[in-house]
């Protein structure tokens, strides 16, 4: 069973950063697509950031330019460099992981969606104080 389990996050001054890890476990020999999202009570969960199972990597809009997702694979480790932040960056982020036997790379409208994914880590609170 893939378990994902999510560290840092925290507080932060509007312009300062922050970085995220997820580390997985249980992975089997294939292939993996991996994001992070975010939430905000009452709305909807938000993609930020992915990685499919080509190494492509793609950026939600509202980070673009800001946030940097990386995968040590050796690690199982899935990182995710915030800068910039402000407060409409406060929210929950999840990590996600999803098992995948895509023969290309089926870009970003697939892997925004949540029911994509398979697997969630717990969920870490970030906070952008003004």
């Known amino acids: 069973q893939v378990q994902l389990v999510q560290s840092g996050g925290g507080s932060v001054q509007s312009g300062g950063s922050l970085r995220l890890s997820c580390t997985a476990s249980g992975l089997e020999n294939a292939k993996y697509s991996f994001a992070w999202f975010r939430q905000v009570q009452g709305m909807e969960r938000e993609g930020v950031a992915f990685?499919?199972?080509?190494?492509?990597?793609i950026y939600g809009p509202a980070v673009k330019g800001r946030f940097t997702v990386s995968l040590e694979k050796e690690k199982s480790i899935l990182w995710l460099e915030m800068n910039s932040l402000n407060r409409d960056d406060t929210a929950i982020y999840y990590c996600?992981?999803?098992?995948?036997?895509?023969?290309?790379?089926?870009?970003?409208?697939?892997?925004?969606?949540?029911?994509?994914?398979?697997?969630w880590g717990q969920g870490t609170q970030v906070t952008v104080s003004s």
């Open positions: 990685i499919d199972s080509y190494d492509n990597v």
């Open positions: 996600a992981a999803e098992k995948t036997t895509a023969r290309v790379p089926v870009g970003y409208a697939w892997l925004s969606l949540p029911q994509t994914y398979d697997f």
